[in-house]
T-cell receptor, first 115, second 114 residues
Framework: AQSVTQLDSHVSVSEGTPVLLRCNYS??????LFWYVQHPNKGLQLLLK??????LVKGINGFEAEFKKSETSFHLTKPSAHMSDAAEYFC?????????????FGRGTSLIVHP | GAGVSQSPRYKVAKRGQDVALRCDPI?????LFWYQQALGQGPEFLTY????????KSGLPSDRFFAERPEGSVSTLKIQRTQQEDSAVYLC????????????FGEGSWLTVV
């Protein structure tokens, strides 16, 4: 069974300060891990993904995440927050089912950015 | 098409009505997924198709929920005798084997049952 835990339901930062959104996963297999972002009333957009290549993954809009197998973590970071980063962020783990990979979502972390 | 297209974008149904939600995946995408996202929650898996075969329907919450993809492209999620707890955003996603397990989402169908 696969699961993912997002440790914070809300994260509040000031514009220009670093962002850290935490995610831990459990997986019986080598996982594929993703971060998606969802702006209000918008669809889910892929930020970045890890699929057993480099452990430090760079995504769009300056975000990156590091896969740490020993800690079963895949935290999302950004050096400097922008107002437009305010959104809901989902950590996702993929598990195999019937020849495909079924993504399982975390409950989400709401990122609030103060001016 | 360029992306996953869902319709209707917004639907208000009276309790007890049947609804049908359509998903048009990205052209050539073999896999198709349906998710349910309640307010303030993460998306929950409902069902998955590979071409026209429904390989996993373990997430469908009750026998009032039914999904089909008869020709391996467009899919329809049908909810019979809607209840208030069915109010949610229904997300469709698609992928293809070469996408590295990445799935691409539509903007969702917002269902409100009154």
């Amino acid at each position: 069974a696969q699961s993912v835990t997002q440790l914070d339901s809300h994260v509040s930062v000031s514009e220009g300060t670093p962002v850290l959104l935490r995610c831990n996963y459990s997986s019986s297999y080598s996982p594929s891990l993703f971060w998606y972002v969802q702006h209000p009333n918008k669809g889910l957009q892929l930020l970045l993904k890890y699929t057993s290549a480099a452990t430090l993954v760079k995504g769009i809009n300056g975000f990156e995440a590091e896969f740490k197998k020993s800690e079963t973590s895949f935290h999302l970071t950004k050096p400097s927050a922008h107002m437009s980063d305010a959104a809901e962020y989902f950590c996702v783990v993929s598990h195999a089912s019937g020849g495909s990979y079924i993504p399982t979502f975390g409950r989400g972390t709401s990122l609030i950015v103060h001016p | 098409g360029a992306g996953v297209s869902q319709s209707p974008r917004y639907k208000v149904a009276k309790r007890g009505q049947d609804v049908a939600l359509r998903c048009d995946p990205i052209s050539g995408h073999v896999s198709l997924f349906w998710y349910q996202q309640a307010l303030g929650q993460g998306p929950e898996f409902l069902t998955y198709f590979q071409n026209e075969a429904q390989l996993d329907k373990s997430g469908l919450p009750s026998d009032r929920f039914f999904a089909e993809r008869p020709e391996g492209s467009v899919s329809t999620l049908k909810i019979q005798r809607t209840q208030q707890e069915d109010s949610a955003v229904y997300l469709c996603a698609s992928s293809w084997p070469g996408s590295g397990n990445t799935i691409y989402f539509g903007e969702g169908s917002w269902l409100t049952v009154v």
